[in-house]
C-alpha cells in the first residue's frame, strides 16, 4: 500500500446543471482526459464535508477534510488573522472586516455596494483614518489584508460570539449587531456587541466625513465609507496534525484563510505561484507538491480558480477554468499514477452553483482515490454524477481522512491501545518496553 499522500482540492468545483450546457455541470461538460483517467483507474464516489445539503464556507470543509471536529474550528476571522501573519495574543477577536459604500436610511445603514471599487492610496488613508479606536477598555485595530479586506482585532473583554453586519447583498440593510442567542447573557458577549457597534458607527461618521469621499463623490463615484464585518473567531489549542494522524504534513494553498488553517493545525505552508496564468500556476503547485512529498507523507495541494470561476456566475468560464487545471496535470499525471509509494485523492471543498444567489451551495462533490490495492470500479469519467456510481459510496466530514489512514496502512483496529493517547493511527508512537 502507499506510504504518502497527495489530496488535490479543486475548490468549489462541484455545481448544478444549466441549460446553456445542455443540462450538465460544468464539470461534465468540460473535457477532462486526465481527471477522467484517475477515475477510470481508481475508487469513486461522492463527499460532502457536512450534512447533504449543508452550504459549507472553505475553512469549515477544509477543517473537517483534514479530519477535525466543528468544536476544533476558531472562526474565520482568526484563520484570516493567522494566514496574514498577524500575531494575536490569548483571549483576542479577530472579526473579517471590509470597506464598503453605505446611506443612512431612516436612522438604518443600507449596503449600497458590498465591495466598491478604490485606489490603493484611498484605501491606506482610509485605513489611517480609522485603524485605531478605543473605549471602555476595548481596544479595535484594523488589520489590512488585500485591498478594501482585512481583520478586526479586538482586545479586552471581549469574545467572538456576536453576529454579522454585513447583509452580502447589495441593497439590503445591514444587521443589528448582538451578541448569539445562546450567549445572550454573557457579559463578553454584550460589551463585544455594544463595543463592536460604537466603533463602526464611528467609522461610518468619520468616513463619510473624509477628503478621500468628498473627492470620490464629486467625481461621480460611491463613497467608501464603512466597514461591515463577519465571522469573528479567536484561536484555540488544537492537537497538531502530525500528533493526531502520525502523518508531516504540508499545503500548497493561496489565500490567507488556507494559511491560516494549515499553521493552525500545524502544516507546513508554501505559497504557490500566482502569475495569473492558471496553467502555468497549476503546473509549477505540481511540481512544487512533488517536491514537497520528498520530504511529507501528506501533501495538500489547492486551487481556487473553479470557485472564483464560479462566483462570476457564469458557467462557461467554470468549464474553461475546469479545462485548463487538467491540461495543468498531464504532463505529470503518469508519474502520478505510477508512483507505488503515492496515494493519490482528489475532491472539492464544496459546490459553487454558476448560477443563482447562493455563495455555495450543499451538493456533495466527485471524489476519487487511486494508488497501489485501491478498488477499482466501473467509473469512467470524474464528474458529480458519475461519481455516484463509484465503490466509495457517499463519504462524509471526517471520514475523508479515515480513508486516507486505511490506504495508508495506518488505520488503528477498533480497541488497540498501544500508546496512552487515544490517536487514531496505528502504530502510535509509543514508548518501549524496558525490562
Known amino acids: 500500500m502507499p506510504s504518502k499522500c497527495l489530496l488535490m482540492v479543486l475548490d468549489g468545483l462541484g455545481d448544478r446543471s444549466h441549460e446553456c450546457l445542455d443540462h450538465q455541470t460544468p464539470l461534465q461538460a468540460a473535457q477532462t482526459p486526465g481527471l477522467d483517467r484517475i477515475a477510470a483507474l481508481g475508487a469513486n464516489g461522492l463527499y460532502h464535508a457536512g450534512m447533504l445539503g449543508e452550504a459549507l464556507p472553505s475553512e469549515t470543509a477544509h477543517l473537517a477534510m483534514f479530519g477535525y471536529d466543528r468544536i476544533d474550528f476558531p472562526g474565520r476571522g482568526a484563520l484570516e488573522a493567522l494566514g496574514a501573519g498577524v500575531v494575536l495574543t490569548p483571549g483576542e477577536v479577530a472579526v473579517l472586516a471590509h470597506f464598503t459604500a453605505l446611506e443612512e436610511k431612516d436612522g438604518c445603514l443600507r449596503l449600497v455596494r458590498d465591495v466598491p471599487l478604490a485606489t490603493d492610496e484611498e484605501i491606506q488613508m482610509l485605513i489611517t483614518a480609522v ?144 502569475t495569473g496564468d492558471l496553467e502555468q500556476d497549476f503546473s509549477a503547485s505540481l511540481a512544487m507538491a512533488l517536491d514537497a512529498l520528498t520530504t511529507h507523507d501528506f501533501v495538500h495541494l489547492h486551487t481556487k480558480a473553479p470557485d472564483e470561476a464560479a462566483h462570476a456566475k457564469d458557467p462557461l468560464l467554470k468549464k474553461q477554468v475546469i479545462e485548463t487545471l487538467d ?83 495506518k488505520a488503528r483496529l477498533e480497541g488497540i491501545r498501544d500508546t496512552p493517547e487515544d490517536c487514531l493511527y496505528w502504530p502510535g508512537e509509543y514508548r518501549p518496553f524496558i525490562i
Open 131 to 274: 485603524g485605531k479606536w478605543e473605549h471602555a477598555g476595548v481596544r479595535i485595530r484594523f488589520v489590512p489584508i488585500k485591498g478594501v479586506f482585512g481583520v478586526l482585532v479586538l482586545s479586552g473583554p471581549v469574545c467572538p460570539h456576536v453576529t454579522d453586519t454585513g447583509p452580502m447583498r447589495d441593497g439590503s440593510l445591514l444587521p443589528e449587531l448582538l451578541p448569539l442567542a445562546e450567549h445572550a447573557t454573557d457579559p463578553a458577549a454584550q460589551t463585544t456587541a455594544l463595543s463592536l457597534k460604537a466603533y463602526l458607527s464611528w467609522a461610518f461618521q468619520r468616513l463619510t466625513d473624509h477628503p478621500v469621499n468628498a473627492s470620490r463623490t464629486a467625481r461621480g463615484l460611491a463613497a467608501v465609507n464603512g466597514l461591515v464585518t463577519q465571522r469573528a473567531g479567536r484561536l484555540k489549542t488544537v492537537m497538531p496534525f502530525t500528533e493526531r494522524f502520525g502523518l508531516h504534513g504540508a499545503s500548497i494553498a493561496s489565500g490567507a484563510v488556507f494559511r491560516g488553517l494549515g499553521r493552525y493545525l500545524g502544516l507546513d505552508v508554501f505559497n504557490p505561484l500566482q
Open 327 to 409: 491540461r495543468a496535470l498531464m504532463p505529470t499525471l503518469d508519474g502520478l499514477l505510477a508512483d507505488p509509494e503515492l496515494l493519490l485523492v482528489v475532491t472539492a471543498d464544496h459546490s459553487t452553483p454558476s448560477s443563482g444567489p447562493l455563495v455555495h451551495s450543499g451538493e456533495p462533490v466527485p471524489l476519487v482515490f487511486h494508488g497501489t490495492g485501491v478498488r477499482r470500479d466501473k467509473v469512467a469519467a470524474f464528474n458529480e454524477i458519475d461519481a455516484a456510481g463509484g465503490c466509495l459510496g457517499c463519504v462524509r466530514g471526517t471520514e475523508l481522512m479515515r480513508l486516507i489512514l486505511n490506504h495508508l496502512d
